[in-house]
């Protein structure tokens, strides 16, 4: 066994030596660190692996004529939830005026689709110029094929 000694406490820390090679190993001891990460790996090491973690704050509930930023709020807080909750959670964050508006639709069963469906009944189609802004906007991305990105280029022009 080799003993360590850690730069901000006297304790030694144990790391098996053995003559595997690093990666070999499944469970692989660090050197101790230095710096602000001492204090970082101090913390880790006296809490609890069962300790409490705060879920995030939810965005708030729709408010009409801002549907972009809730619709962003709305998918990074329910990307850390559960698949299972995501589309009851965005069904909850609507008032009860934009409910009502929805509630007689067959609202789909996934995130995406439903948001796609929140945004058109809520917010109402584009207008001209919110279209003709749009097609002068646009860009083809490295990631997006010629023939995705001329689709909506000849979308957005009719």
């Known amino acids: 066994m080799l003993q360590v000694g850690h730069p901000r406490r006297d304790r030694k820390r144990i790391i098996p030596y053995t003559n595997m090679s690093e990666f070999s190993s499944s469970a692989k001891e660090f050197p101790p660190l230095f710096g602000p ?16 973690i705060p879920p995030l704050m939810a965005p708030e509930q729709f408010v009409p004529g801002d549907f972009d930023v809730w619709e962003s709020q709305v998918w ?26 929805v509630m007689d639709f067959d609202l789909p069963d996934d995130v995406d689709s439903l ?12 207008t001209a110029f ?7 906007m646009l860009q083809k991305r490295p990631e997006k094929s010629l023939m995705n990105y001329m689709g909506s280029v000849r979308r957005l022009a009719q």
């Open 37 to 52: 990460f001492a204090e970082v790996e101090a913390k880790m090491e006296t809490t609890s692996p069962h300790e409490w």
């Open 76 to 101: 990074r807080y329910v990307c850390s939830l559960s698949s299972s909750y995501r589309v009851y959670v965005v069904i909850n964050l609507l008032t009860r005026e934009a409910y009502k508006s």
């Open 130 to 136: 919110e279209y003709r802004e749009e097609f002068h």
């Open 115 to 126: 948001l796609v469906t929140l945004r058109w009944r809520l917010t109402g189609p584009k």
